[in-house]
Nanobody, 123 residues
Framework: QVQLVESGGGLVQAGGSLRLSCAVS????????MDWYRQAPGKQRELVAA???????TYADSVKGRFTISRDNAKNTTYLQMNSLKPEDTAVYYC?????????????????WGRGTQVTVSS
């Protein structure tokens, strides 16, 4: 059973930093992409940062220059370093991954979501 396990959320003052982690547990063949999304109260879930297997990164305009996504392939873990945090960054942050697994039908790609981790930035 493949799961995404997030950690690193919490309460921080404006201007502070946090680092989120998302670890893949279970047997996998490869990771196609691992991304971070967030959802603030009353708002739709939005893409914060994306990282493809080839190393291409994408960031939401609102976090460019402040957030950095990275991955440790040996640990199957992706990170989101968040600096210069603002109150508007307050949200539940979700890890999302597209992962290939070996099945009886061959190699198949599946999508997974983590349960989310709360990030609260106080002013």
């Amino acid at each position: 059973q493949v799961q995404l396990v997030e950690s690193g959320g919490g309460l921080v003052q404006a201007g502070g930093s946090l680092r989120l982690s998302c670890a893949v547990s279970g047997s996998i063949f490869s990771i196609t992409a691992m991304d971070w999304y967030r959802q603030a109260p009353g708002k739709q879930r939005e893409l914060v940062a994306a990282l493809t297997g080839g190393g291409t990164t994408t960031y939401a305009d609102s976090v460019k220059g402040r957030f950095t996504i990275s991955r440790d392939n040996a640990k199957n873990t992706t990170y989101l370093q968040m600096n210069s945090l603002k109150p508007e960054d307050t949200a539940v942050y979700y890890c999302y991954a597209r992962i290939k697994r070996n099945t009886v039908w061959g190699t198949r790609e599946y999508q997974y979501w983590g349960r989310g981790t709360q990030v609260t930035v106080s002013s």
